[in-house]
T-cell receptor
Framework: AQKITQTQPGMFVQEKEAVTLDCTYDTSDPSYGLFWYKQPSSGEMIFLIYQGSYDQQNATEGRYSLNFQKARKSANLVISASQLGDSAMYFCAMREYDYGGATNKLIFGTGTLLAVQP | KAGVTQTPRYLIKTRGQQVTLSCSPISGHRSVSWYQQTPGQGLQFLFEYFSETQRNKGNFPGRFSGRQFSNSRSEMNVSTLELGDSALYLC?????????????FGPGTRLLVL
Protein backbone atom coordinates (compact mmCIF):
# COMPACT_ATOMS: atom_id res chain seq x y z
CA ALA A 1 0.00 0.00 0.00
CA GLN A 2 1.11 3.52 -0.66
CA LYS A 3 1.92 5.77 2.27
CA ILE A 4 3.10 9.31 2.90
CA THR A 5 4.94 10.24 6.09
CA GLN A 6 5.49 13.75 7.37
CA THR A 7 7.41 13.61 10.63
CA GLN A 8 7.37 17.31 11.52
CA PRO A 9 4.07 18.29 13.17
CA GLY A 10 5.17 21.92 13.40
CA MET A 11 8.04 24.19 12.49
CA PHE A 12 9.13 27.76 13.08
CA VAL A 13 11.18 29.80 10.63
CA GLN A 14 12.33 33.40 10.63
CA GLU A 15 11.08 35.64 7.87
CA LYS A 16 13.40 35.70 4.82
CA GLU A 17 15.07 32.41 5.79
CA ALA A 18 14.74 29.14 3.90
CA VAL A 19 12.92 26.16 5.37
CA THR A 20 12.71 22.49 4.45
CA LEU A 21 9.60 20.43 5.09
CA ASP A 22 10.18 16.69 5.13
CA CYS A 23 8.18 14.06 3.26
CA THR A 24 8.94 10.40 2.77
CA TYR A 25 6.83 8.01 0.77
CA ASP A 26 6.38 4.32 0.33
CA THR A 27 5.21 2.65 -2.84
CA SER A 28 6.01 -0.41 -4.89
CA ASP A 29 4.91 1.19 -8.15
CA PRO A 30 7.66 2.38 -10.49
CA SER A 31 5.42 5.23 -11.65
CA TYR A 32 4.09 7.74 -9.17
CA GLY A 33 3.41 11.41 -8.71
CA LEU A 34 4.11 13.53 -5.68
CA PHE A 35 2.42 16.81 -4.76
CA TRP A 36 2.73 19.51 -2.17
CA TYR A 37 -0.27 21.55 -1.10
CA LYS A 38 -0.58 24.52 1.23
CA GLN A 39 -3.63 24.92 3.44
CA PRO A 40 -4.09 28.31 5.13
CA SER A 41 -6.47 28.65 8.04
CA SER A 42 -9.25 29.43 5.57
CA GLY A 43 -9.22 25.77 4.56
CA GLU A 44 -8.59 25.89 0.84
CA MET A 45 -5.89 23.54 -0.43
CA ILE A 46 -3.50 25.42 -2.70
CA PHE A 47 -1.40 23.43 -5.17
CA LEU A 48 2.30 24.29 -4.90
CA ILE A 49 4.44 21.85 -6.83
CA TYR A 50 4.47 18.44 -8.55
CA GLN A 51 7.20 15.85 -9.10
CA GLY A 52 6.82 12.81 -11.31
CA SER A 53 8.80 9.69 -10.57
CA TYR A 54 10.53 9.78 -13.96
CA ASP A 55 11.31 13.48 -13.93
CA GLN A 56 15.04 13.94 -14.34
CA GLN A 57 15.23 17.26 -12.55
CA ASN A 58 13.86 18.47 -9.27
CA ALA A 59 10.69 20.49 -9.69
CA THR A 60 10.75 24.22 -9.00
CA GLU A 61 7.96 26.80 -8.88
CA GLY A 62 9.05 30.26 -7.87
CA ARG A 63 10.17 30.16 -4.23
CA TYR A 64 9.21 26.49 -3.96
CA SER A 65 11.48 23.65 -4.92
CA LEU A 66 11.26 19.95 -4.36
CA ASN A 67 14.32 18.04 -3.20
CA PHE A 68 13.53 14.67 -4.78
CA GLN A 69 15.74 11.79 -3.65
CA LYS A 70 14.30 8.71 -5.29
CA ALA A 71 16.60 6.15 -3.69
CA ARG A 72 15.72 7.46 -0.24
CA LYS A 73 12.05 7.84 -1.19
CA SER A 74 11.95 11.40 -0.01
CA ALA A 75 10.39 14.50 -1.55
CA ASN A 76 11.16 17.43 0.71
CA LEU A 77 9.71 20.85 0.02
CA VAL A 78 12.09 23.77 0.22
CA ILE A 79 10.67 27.27 0.63
CA SER A 80 13.22 29.98 0.03
CA ALA A 81 12.99 33.47 1.51
CA SER A 82 10.04 32.73 3.79
CA GLN A 83 7.27 35.30 4.01
CA LEU A 84 4.68 35.86 6.73
CA GLY A 85 2.03 34.70 4.29
CA ASP A 86 3.70 31.29 4.11
CA SER A 87 2.36 30.48 7.57
CA ALA A 88 0.01 27.57 6.94
CA MET A 89 -0.36 23.81 7.01
CA TYR A 90 1.61 21.98 4.32
CA PHE A 91 0.63 18.58 2.99
CA CYS A 92 2.62 16.13 0.93
CA ALA A 93 0.51 13.82 -1.21
CA MET A 94 0.95 10.92 -3.59
CA ARG A 95 -1.27 9.88 -6.45
CA GLU A 96 -2.51 6.34 -6.07
CA TYR A 97 -2.12 3.83 -8.86
CA ASP A 98 -4.32 0.82 -9.40
CA TYR A 99 -4.61 -1.89 -12.07
CA GLY A 100 -5.85 0.74 -14.52
CA GLY A 101 -2.92 3.05 -13.99
CA ALA A 102 -2.87 6.45 -12.35
CA THR A 103 -5.98 7.49 -10.50
CA ASN A 104 -7.13 10.80 -9.15
CA LYS A 105 -7.04 9.52 -5.60
CA LEU A 106 -4.50 11.38 -3.53
CA ILE A 107 -3.01 9.90 -0.38
CA PHE A 108 -2.05 12.64 2.03
CA GLY A 109 0.44 12.88 4.84
CA THR A 110 -0.53 14.28 8.22
CA GLY A 111 0.83 17.71 7.40
CA THR A 112 3.35 20.16 8.85
CA LEU A 113 2.23 23.42 10.43
CA LEU A 114 4.67 26.15 9.45
CA ALA A 115 4.84 29.41 11.41
CA VAL A 116 6.88 32.23 9.93
CA GLN A 117 8.09 34.69 12.53
CA PRO A 118 8.90 38.35 11.78
CA LYS B 1 -10.43 30.99 -15.17
CA ALA B 2 -12.59 30.85 -12.10
CA GLY B 3 -11.49 28.35 -9.50
CA VAL B 4 -13.38 25.49 -7.94
CA THR B 5 -16.43 26.69 -6.05
CA GLN B 6 -18.24 24.91 -3.26
CA THR B 7 -21.57 25.69 -1.66
CA PRO B 8 -22.50 26.16 1.03
CA ARG B 9 -19.35 27.18 2.84
CA TYR B 10 -20.72 26.42 6.29
CA LEU B 11 -23.46 24.13 7.43
CA ILE B 12 -24.90 23.07 10.75
CA LYS B 13 -27.08 19.97 10.94
CA THR B 14 -28.33 17.64 13.64
CA ARG B 15 -27.85 13.91 13.94
CA GLY B 16 -30.08 11.88 11.68
CA GLN B 17 -30.55 14.60 9.10
CA GLN B 18 -29.17 14.45 5.60
CA VAL B 19 -27.05 17.02 3.77
CA THR B 20 -26.14 17.80 0.17
CA LEU B 21 -22.97 19.63 -0.76
CA SER B 22 -22.27 21.11 -4.18
CA CYS B 23 -19.09 21.56 -6.17
CA SER B 24 -18.54 23.38 -9.46
CA PRO B 25 -15.21 22.48 -11.08
CA ILE B 26 -12.89 24.69 -13.05
CA SER B 27 -14.27 25.28 -16.54
CA GLY B 28 -13.19 22.44 -18.82
CA HIS B 29 -12.37 20.03 -16.00
CA ARG B 30 -14.36 16.83 -16.16
CA SER B 31 -13.07 15.06 -13.07
CA VAL B 32 -14.33 15.92 -9.61
CA SER B 33 -13.04 14.28 -6.45
CA TRP B 34 -14.26 14.65 -2.88
CA TYR B 35 -12.22 14.48 0.31
CA GLN B 36 -13.11 14.56 3.98
CA GLN B 37 -10.75 16.28 6.41
CA THR B 38 -11.00 15.73 10.16
CA PRO B 39 -8.49 16.38 12.96
CA GLY B 40 -8.44 12.68 13.84
CA GLN B 41 -8.32 11.01 10.43
CA GLY B 42 -6.72 13.72 8.34
CA LEU B 43 -7.53 13.95 4.64
CA GLN B 44 -9.37 10.97 3.25
CA PHE B 45 -10.57 10.32 -0.28
CA LEU B 46 -14.31 9.85 -0.65
CA PHE B 47 -14.89 9.34 -4.37
CA GLU B 48 -14.14 10.59 -7.86
CA TYR B 49 -16.54 11.29 -10.69
CA PHE B 50 -15.63 11.64 -14.33
CA SER B 51 -18.10 12.18 -17.13
CA GLU B 52 -21.00 11.45 -14.77
CA THR B 53 -19.53 8.10 -13.72
CA GLN B 54 -18.02 7.17 -10.40
CA ARG B 55 -14.45 6.13 -11.16
CA ASN B 56 -13.09 5.48 -7.73
CA LYS B 57 -14.41 5.17 -4.20
CA GLY B 58 -12.79 5.46 -0.80
CA ASN B 59 -13.51 3.44 2.29
CA PHE B 60 -16.64 5.18 3.52
CA PRO B 61 -20.07 3.77 4.41
CA GLY B 62 -22.92 3.82 1.96
CA ARG B 63 -24.39 6.87 3.71
CA PHE B 64 -21.93 8.86 1.63
CA SER B 65 -22.93 9.14 -2.00
CA GLY B 66 -22.37 11.45 -4.89
CA ARG B 67 -23.24 12.22 -8.43
CA GLN B 68 -22.06 14.31 -11.31
CA PHE B 69 -24.11 16.20 -13.82
CA SER B 70 -23.55 16.67 -17.54
CA ASN B 71 -22.00 20.10 -16.91
CA SER B 72 -19.44 18.39 -14.59
CA ARG B 73 -20.91 19.93 -11.45
CA SER B 74 -20.98 17.42 -8.64
CA GLU B 75 -22.95 16.91 -5.49
CA MET B 76 -22.26 14.71 -2.53
CA ASN B 77 -24.89 13.58 -0.09
CA VAL B 78 -24.58 12.28 3.42
CA SER B 79 -27.65 10.63 4.87
CA THR B 80 -28.42 9.90 8.52
CA LEU B 81 -25.74 12.23 9.78
CA GLU B 82 -23.57 11.19 12.72
CA LEU B 83 -21.49 13.38 15.01
CA GLY B 84 -18.35 11.95 13.41
CA ASP B 85 -19.36 13.36 10.04
CA SER B 86 -18.40 16.82 11.27
CA ALA B 87 -15.56 17.76 8.97
CA LEU B 88 -14.26 19.97 6.22
CA TYR B 89 -15.38 18.54 2.89
CA LEU B 90 -13.11 19.45 0.02
CA CYS B 91 -13.81 19.12 -3.64
CA UNK B 92 -11.07 18.99 -6.26
CA UNK B 93 -11.22 19.15 -10.02
CA UNK B 94 -8.83 18.14 -12.76
CA UNK B 95 -8.69 17.48 -16.46
CA UNK B 96 -8.40 13.71 -16.52
CA UNK B 97 -7.62 13.35 -20.21
CA UNK B 98 -5.29 11.84 -21.35
CA UNK B 99 -4.08 11.03 -17.85
CA UNK B 100 -4.78 12.38 -14.39
CA UNK B 101 -3.40 15.82 -13.93
CA UNK B 102 -2.94 18.10 -10.96
CA UNK B 103 -6.04 18.49 -8.86
CA UNK B 104 -7.20 21.94 -7.84
CA PHE B 105 -9.21 22.27 -4.67
CA GLY B 106 -12.12 24.45 -3.69
CA PRO B 107 -12.48 26.34 -0.39
CA GLY B 108 -14.37 23.51 1.23
CA THR B 109 -17.63 23.16 3.11
CA ARG B 110 -17.40 23.04 6.88
CA LEU B 111 -20.09 20.74 8.24
CA LEU B 112 -20.92 20.65 11.91
CA VAL B 113 -23.24 17.92 13.15
CA LEU B 114 -24.86 18.52 16.52
Amino acid sequence: AQKITQTQPGMFVQEKEAVTLDCTYDTSDPSYGLFWYKQPSSGEMIFLIYQGSYDQQNATEGRYSLNFQKARKSANLVISASQLGDSAMYFCAMREYDYGGATNKLIFGTGTLLAVQP
Amino acid sequence: KAGVTQTPRYLIKTRGQQVTLSCSPISGHRSVSWYQQTPGQGLQFLFEYFSETQRNKGNFPGRFSGRQFSNSRSEMNVSTLELGDSALYLCASSDRTPSPETQYFGPGTRLLVL
